[in-house]
């Protein structure tokens, strides 16, 4: 059994998170691959070590002193590592990674430091074997990771030492040059070793429990989604649910590596299991029916008509959504009537345009009428267990119906994962919270 182990920023942020990390690792005894952050925040106002590291480039770049912000960077460092009673001289590490800094040094070079140092303490503290994420990711020339080159670089050194711990967010060229993944990137490091070794879980350990069912902003305390399918992630992500990112989730999923979010500071909390499918859908799933709701305010709506559109439509369509394409207004949905159809979109896209997009709709001469109207909210209820299921939609139609929450625009796609209805925005927490209330709970 292999578990590729992941810990966020919030994780290692000092010498207690450094003991809570350490404690789960020692539980489990297949946690053999650790992935680490740079230590993150320690409180609201604290600062993120990657942040400050950015920072000094920026200093090195335009030639302004940077001793101070280093000096904060080291200070993190030397005190987690006092309070955790490790020998590594890290002062001198840091000292010496910083020694021939200069104007060229990258970017990507100074912000990946964070991690480097951080796997260096964290390995010690555990006593698994350092290794370098620079000697395992490897990227092409064309900024991708070299899949193959990595996998047989990370299989050596694992089977060579084992239990490892590594740096998440960078890797290297083959020239040796550092590179970083986006920010947040050690998701990605954590996802590309548990697929390379064909890990029996991913696991993913963050400061939540896992994806919540609905927005904490709008619902208070809401449930935890205990097990959720990548398409229905996807569905939650895409309407505004703030859930992993796509590359980092990318690599576990087409091998089929379950990926499990759990949280440092509840780790008796089993957090939210992510895959492709389950193969024994749970009763109490199948009777609550919805996995989550997520939504996304402030959308606009340009309703189209003409009489008797019949064999037009097809032309008429085309011409709208060349003339969207034109104004670069990325549509949303196109609901349609007989004799009439709507295209719905982001409101904040066509502020500038309103009056050229509205004034070409109306020059064209099949268009017999057009408005446009503000102030619509999507709502996504997905779910895999809607699918196939009559009676579904009335549900949700009724709990809403019931509340005196009118519905604008329905939108069901054809794997019937999600139903999306769009509300008035004034309606939209409300609406929110009455679907949580009726069918999460
Ligand atoms: N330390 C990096 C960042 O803050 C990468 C990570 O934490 O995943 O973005």
């Known amino acids: 059994m292999l578990k590729v182990v992941k810990f966020g920023g919030t994780s290692l942020s000092d010498s207690k998170q450094f003991a809570k990390v350490r404690r789960i690792v020692e539980t489990d005894d297949s946690r053999k691959v650790i992935v680490v952050s740079a230590p993150g925040r320690r409180e609201t106002k604290d600062n993120k070590i990657t942040d400050l590291l950015y920072l000094c480039h920026a200093h090195i770049k335009y030639d302004v002193e940077f001793d101070r912000i280093l000096g904060m960077i080291k200070e993190r460092y030397i005190e987690i590592r006092d309070e955790c009673a490790l020998k590594i001289d890290i002062g001198k590490i840091i000292d010496k990674a910083f020694e021939n800094i200069d104007k060229n040094t990258s970017q990507d070079y100074i912000a990946s430091r964070g991690e480097y140092f951080s796997a260096m303490l964290m390995a010690e503290y555990l006593g698994y074997k350092f290794v370098d994420a620079a000697e395992w990711i490897t990227f092409g020339y064309d900024g991708r990771v070299d899949y193959k080159a990595t996998e047989e670089k990370l299989r050596d050194l694992q089977g060579i030492y084992e239990k ?7 890797g290297s060229y083959p020239n040796d040059e550092i590179k970083v993944f986006s920010r947040g990137g ?3 490091t954590g996802a590309i070793a548990a697929a390379l070794l064909g890990a029996d879980v ?3 350990w963050t400061d939540v429990s896992g994806i919540l069912m609905v927005d ?15 398409d229905e992630l996807r569905e939650l992500s895409y309407m505004g649910a703030s859930v992993l990112h796509e590359d980092a989730v990318f690599p576990v999923r087409v091998k089929d590596i379950p990926l499990n979010i759990r949280n440092t500071n509840d780790p008796d909390n089993p957090g939210t299991i992510i895959r492709e499918s389950f193969e024994d859908e749970l009763e109490e799933e199948y009777e609550r029916f919805i996995t989550g709701i997520a939504g996304k305010k402030d ?3 340009v309703n189209i008509y003409k009489n008797r559109m019949g064999s037009a439509k097809n032309r008429l369509l085309r011409d709208v959504l060349e003339l969207f394409e034109k104004y670069d207004i990325p549509i949303e949905q196109i609901p349609s009537g007989v004799d009439s159809f709507s295209v719905l979109f982001p409101s904040e896209c066509i502020k500038a345009k309103k ?3 509205m004034a070409a709709l109306r020059n064209n001469e099949n268009i017999d009428s057009c408005d446009l109207s503000d ?9 895999r267990q809607m699918a196939y299921r009559a009676g579904i939609s009335g549900k949700i139609f009724k709990a809403l119906g019931d509340n005196n929450v009118n519905i604008r625009t329905i939108e069901q796609g054809a794997d019937e994962i999600n139903i999306i209805v769009g509300v008035f925005t004034e309606d939209f927490e409300r609406a929110i919270k009455i679907l949580y209330e009726s069918f999460a709970m």
């Open 355 to 357: 009056y050229d997009l």
């Open 202 to 204: 991913y696991e993913n």
């Open 164 to 170: 490892i711990v590594t740096p998440g967010f960078y």
């Open 186 to 188: 050690s998701d990605i």
């Open 299 to 301: 959308f606009s709506i």
């Open 375 to 383: 102030g619509i909210s999507l709502i996504a209820i997905v779910g």
């Open 216 to 230: 904490p902003r709008i619902v208070d305390k809401p449930k935890t989604i205990a097990r959720v399918t990548y």
